[in-house]
């Protein structure tokens, strides 16, 4: 069965630079959410989107931003990188609301 | 945030049963109770959730207290591979605002 494709798996940027997330939700699922999870810590709900309009926003820091294109897909955008943002970026997909489905996540690392 | 209470950790003898609570005093009528777990690093899986029935599937039983202020999730023959961390999260279902709180949640060791 498909899942949850997210890219890249791992990510190496600078402080003050930008990267760009993107989340491949399982096929006709409406719905995708972002989760944080730095260093030992529990995963942390940032943002969804359902039918590719915003339901919902969690803790996400003002320099993050995050969209969902007409393919379903979305992305998660961070700018002016800190070394704090270093963690597990996840994504997770829903139909209609029911259990959600989790990629391996995006590893990212700012150095 | 937190809506639910569970051990910080437990650890299982390999093929035995293991049996994780999950104290969810302040449930409503309409949140279901959800468990997921996470291996080392990897996503959340999602594992099983009822609303006021016991629930099994291929992978675990969830028994839920009649008043529904508890649960227990059985792994019925637990393996090396079911070590991991187990998250019980009360959540709606069927609405756009189906966020998941995971809290401290269980970790699980399984020894042979």
């Known amino acids: 069965a498909a899942g949850v494709i997210q890219s890249p798996r791992h990510l190496i940027k600078e402080k003050r630079e930008t990267a760009t997330l993107k989340c491949y939700p399982i096929p006709r699922h409406d719905t995708v959410y972002w989760y944080q999870q730095g260093p030992g810590q529990d995963p942390q709900f940032l943002i969804s989107?359902?039918?590719?309009?915003?339901?919902d926003k969690g803790s996400i820091p003002d320099r993050f931003s995050a969209q969902q294109f007409s393919d379903y897909h979305s992305e998660l955008n961070m700018s002016s990188l800190e070394l704090g943002d270093s963690a597990l970026y996840f994504c997770a997909s829903s139909l209609e609301g029911a259990e959600a489905f989790f990629g391996q996540g995006t590893r990212l690392t700012v150095v | 945030d937190a809506k639910t209470t569970q051990p910080t950790s437990m650890d299982c003898a390999e093929g035995r049963a293991a049996n994780l609570p999950c104290n969810h005093s302040?449930?409503?009528?309409?949140?279901?109770v959800y468990w997921y777990r996470q291996i080392h690093s990897q996503g959340p899986q999602y594992i099983i959730h009822g609303l006021k029935n016991n629930e099994t599937n291929e992978m675990a039983s969830l028994i839920i207290t009649e008043d529904r202020k508890s649960s227990t999730l059985i792994l019925p023959h637990a393996t090396l591979r079911d070590t991991a961390v187990y998250y019980c999260i009360v959540t709606y279902r069927g609405s756009t605002l189906g966020r998941l709180y995971f809290g401290r949640g269980t970790q699980l060791t399984v020894w042979p």
């Open positions: 302040t449930i409503s009528g309409n949140e279901y």
């Open positions: 989107f359902y039918e590719k309009m915003q339901s």
